[in-house]
């Protein structure tokens, strides 16, 4: 089982990224798919997800900027990015999701993620 995402890159300020997380031995319509980002020098943490049944949810950082999608016939999930800024700038995963006291946690299978990198 792989989740390998891709589609990272060197944006300016006020730019739009599309990321792509392309599965293999899973069915992702089967699963929670989430999206985590770790900055530079920091922890992981949250940024959206998608649940089998199409409902999403976004951390507060990206609300109303970042749209995850999904497309079932491919088996991949997508990360429509706009408004980027340089707080963005992080090396990005998808992952499955499992939940924890009502909060979004890494599952069991992610794969290598992308670097975004926000900058002028």
């Known amino acids: 089982v792989q989740l390998q995402a891709s589609g990272g890159g060197l944006v300016q300020p006020g730019g739009s990224l599309r990321l792509s997380c392309a599965a293999s031995?899973?069915?992702?319509?089967?699963?929670?798919i989430g999206w985590f980002r770790q900055p530079p020098g920091k922890g992981s943490e949250e940024v959206t997800y998608?649940?089998?049944?199409?409902?999403?949810y976004y951390a507060d950082s990206v609300k109303g900027r970042f749209t995850i999608s999904r497309d079932d016939a491919k088996n991949m999930v997508y990360l429509q990015m706009n408004g980027l800024q340089p707080e963005d700038t992080a090396v990005y995963y998808c992952?499955?999701?499992?939940?924890?006291?009502?909060?979004?946690?890494?599952?069991?299978?992610w794969g290598k993620g992308t670097l975004v990198t926000v900058s002028s």
């Open positions: 992952a499955t999701v499992r939940f924890e006291r009502g909060r979004m946690n890494w599952g069991n299978y």
């Open positions: 998608i649940s089998g049944s199409g409902r999403t």
């Open positions: 031995g899973l069915t992702v319509a089967a699963y929670v």
